[in-house]
Every structure is written in structure tokens, then in C-alpha cells.
């Protein structure tokens, strides 16, 4: 693996313009790394890439490379790209557990983080850093988020996700777990109890149904309730996915994993949404795809599909009048997530959007004053770097607005 890796390093040409940086949505200081790599600055350069993005570990496994440093990268154009996740990783795992973070003098001063996935974690990190008392509100038992429930193991060990919750509690973090914020209390008892602001991080958890006749059958499922804890389901021997995004590619290698032995993928149009490389796995592995199916009608035999016709744009544009069963034993539902409203609309002042998702200023600050928000419940279900790339920047506002604060 390491001789692997510094060969990977040692095929980076360095250049002037880094179009890899460029590709990257949180502008990783990809040529820098690699420099200090192979100058055996593994600590430096793992310091480095956890100050620009505390996720470095994770993202180095999950992100989308293909569309992002590794699709920018100029060896790419005639050849293989440097394989930039591979000696991402092997830099930021080995900074993970030794990390050396920078600490500012404790202010004293009480901040809340609700939510402990992609989000939480970055912001509670930062502001940690930065010297603030932080408390983090975790509605589960575990922190991660999507990192944890979401994301199959065979993606992100969830070792990785346990090394980030001892990172935080070295910096002083603390987490209530259990603990569903507009349950027992809300955001005005946060306030009441001396946190002078709050971020919201919730993610997108709650899945979007088809509305169609038969989903509420018994073997019919939603992927991102599947992926939290696939070993409770009785799959049968076939199962379909409907949906093409990357839940619909995890859900259907996780059910592959679990001995199905005939996993379909039906997609509504004449093409998926996934990245190019979790489509491949998928396939490879065994899934089938077929395009240009719209589900009807769900039955306890299957699922009855009409055939689509899409514009060059890809949209449906017409459907077909006679419907046709596709057997099943499982259908599992992938069409997307959004968040769950208990806190945005229990929230005096806080505005949301006709998505359900909080409304913010540019900063990452919301309509009410000192409550912040980041990640999927602000844009909806979008990727971990993007999480961790927007709670950067709100932990930077959230310093901010608290530093302009009266004195008490």
C-alpha cells in the first residue's frame, strides 16, 4: 500500500495551476501535500489538510473523485490521474489519531452544535479550536450522521467516524446523545441556558415518498432507513431499487452483500444521477439496470412500471398508458431525503424555504439572531466535502458575530 501510494506521489507533475485544487469544493491544497509527502512531512502535511477541511479522512474515501481533483487532474488528459484520494488518505489517516490541533486560550463562552454528522463534527472542531465551551446535541446513541447510518461500511469503516468523536472529546467537546433538539426542549431553551449561538446541522434524514398506491406494503422500504441497519431485513431473493443516485448504488450493493441474488435498479429516465465510479461498482457486482420506468403501482408481487420517454435533456416527457409487473420480493425506495421539520418549524423566527430547508444569509446565519446553519439542511442532500466545505465557513461567521457581541 505505502509503495503504491508513493508511486502515485511521485507521478504528480507539480503544476503551476493546480486544476486538481480547482476541482476540489474545498480547494485542498492537493501539489503542497504531495510535496510534503515525499519530503517525509507526513505530520505537516497531515496538519495541513485537517486545518483546510477536518473531514480529510472521510472525504478521502467518499467523495466523488472522478468529478473533482482526480477528473481535474492535467495526467488525465492522455492517461491515468494521479490517484490523489489514495495519498489523501494515507496522510490524513496517519495524522487522525497522533493530531497535534492548534487550541486557543477557552473564552468561556457557550456554544451549541445540534446535529453530530458531517456538519456538527466540522463546526464543533472549529469552534472548539478557537476556544469556545462546545456542546454538541446528537438525537442518536453514536455520532456520524450519514457517516455512520448512512454510508455502508465497506465505503467508510466506521472506525474512521469513532476516531473523529475521540479527536473531539481531546479538544474538549462535549456530546449529549439521545437527545432530539424540539422534543423535551428547543432552541429557546439553549438560548435560556446561556449558549450564545447555535448551529443547526441536522442533515436530510427523512425520505420522500413516491405517493403511489402500495407503499405502505410490508416489503416495501426506503434505502436510507435500510442503510442504517441493513442486518434487521428480510430481503428474499430479489429485490428492486427505485431510484439512481449513490443511496440507490449503496442499497443495492448492500442488499448484493446480504445474498440477493437478483438486484435491480430501475431508473425513471434514460440515465442516472450516481457517480460514474459507485454506478460501475454497482454494476459490477451484479446489479441490473433498466431505464426508462416509472413506478405506477407497488403490489405484493412487485411493482408495476410504465414506460417513459425523455427530451434531450433527459426529462420525462411522456409515460405509457399500460403499465407492466415487475416481480419482486423487497422494493426499496431512493428518490431523495429531506430534513425533518421537528426543529425548523418548532423555531420561533427561523424561516425555511418551499423545501422545508432553513433559509440563510450568505454567512450561514438564519433569520433569527444567533442561530446558524450548515450542510444538508440548508441545500438538502448534497455530499460530505460540500458539508464540510459550507461548516467551515459558518464556523468563521459564527466566531464572528460572537466576537461582535457586547461584553458581559
Not at 448512512?150 to 469503516?157: N, Q, S
Not at 435560556?192 to 443547526?200: E, H, L, N, Y
Request: proline fraction near 4%.
Amino acid at each position: 500500500m505505502a509503495h503504491n501510494v508513493i508511486a502515485e506521489a511521485k507521478r504528480c507533475l507539480n503544476c503551476k495551476k493546480p486544476l486538481c485544487r480547482t476541482g476540489c469544493p474545498i480547494n485542498t491544497p492537493i501539489p503542497q501535500m504531495i510535496s510534503m509527502f515525499l519530503n517525509g512531512e507526513i505530520k505537516q502535511a497531515g496538519k495541513m489538510l485537517f486545518e483546510n477541511n477536518p473531514l480529510s479522512a472521510v472525504c478521502s474515501l467518499v467523495c466523488n473523485h472522478g468529478n473533482q481533483c482526480q477528473g481535474h487532474c492535467i495526467r488525465g488528459l492522455k492517461g491515468e490521474p494521479v490517484e490523489i484520494s489514495s495519498i489523501e488518505n494515507f496522510v490524513s489517516s496517519a495524522y487522525l489519531d497522533s493530531a497535534q490541533l492548534d487550541k486557543a486560550e477557552p473564552n468561556g463562552i457557550k456554544v451549541a452544535v445540534v446535529g453530530a454528522g458531517p456538519a456538527g463534527i466540522t463546526i464543533s472542531i472549529k469552534m472548539a479550536q478557537l476556544g469556545y465551551d462546545v456542546t454538541v446535541f446528537e438525537s442518536k446513541s453514536e455520532i456520524g450522521g450519514v457517516l455512520r447510518y448512512g454510508i455502508p461500511e465497506f465505503r467508510l469503516p466506521k472506525t474512521i467516524v469513532d476516531r473523529y468523536e475521540v479527536l473531539m472529546r481531546k479538544l474538549g467537546v462535549k456530546i449529549k446523545f439521545n437527545v432530539t433538539i424540539g422534543k423535551a426542549f428547543g432552541i429557546e431553551e439553549l438560548f435560556r441556558d446561556g449558549f450564545k449561538a447555535i448551529s443547526i446541522g441536522t442533515g436530510v434524514t427523512w425520505p420522500i415518498a413516491l405517493n403511489i398506491k402500495g407503499e405502505t406494503l410490508g416489503h416495501v422500504h426506503y434505502g436510507v432507513h435500510f442503510l442504517e441497519r441493513p442486518d434487521v431485513y428480510e430481503l428474499g431473493n430479489s429485490v428492486i431499487v427505485i431510484g439512481a443516485g449513490n443511496v440507490a448504488m449503496d442499497v443495492a450493493r448492500t442488499a448484493l452483500r446480504r445474498g440477493v441474488k437478483d438486484v435491480k435498479i430501475l431508473v425513471r429516465s434514460d440515465r442516472y444521477t450516481a457517480s460514474k465510479e459507485e454506478k460501475e461498482y454497482a454494476e459490477i457486482e451484479g446489479a441490473q439496470f433498466i431505464y426508462n420506468k416509472a413506478p405506477v403501482e407497488i403490489t405484493d408481487d412487485g411493482v408495476m412500471f410504465a414506460d417513459t420517454v425523455c427530451d434531450e435533456n433527459h426529462r420525462v416527457i411522456s409515460t405509457s398508458e399500460k403499465p407492466e409487473l415487475m416481480r419482486a420480493d423487497t422494493v426499496m425506495i431512493c428518490v431523495s431525503q429531506r430534513p425533518s421539520n421537528l426543529i425548523l418549524t418548532q423555531t420561533e423566527g427561523l424561516e425555511t424555504n418551499e423545501r422545508g430547508l432553513a433559509k440563510i444569509n450568505e454567512d450561514g446565519s438564519t433569520s433569527r439572531k444567533g442561530l446558524f446553519a450548515s450542510g444538508d439542511v440548508v441545500r438538502g442532500a448534497k455530499t460530505v466535502v460540500e458539508a464540510a466545505e459550507t461548516s467551515k465557513r459558518v464556523a468563521l461567521a459564527m466566531d464572528a458575530y460572537l466576537k461582535s457581541l457586547p461584553k458581559e
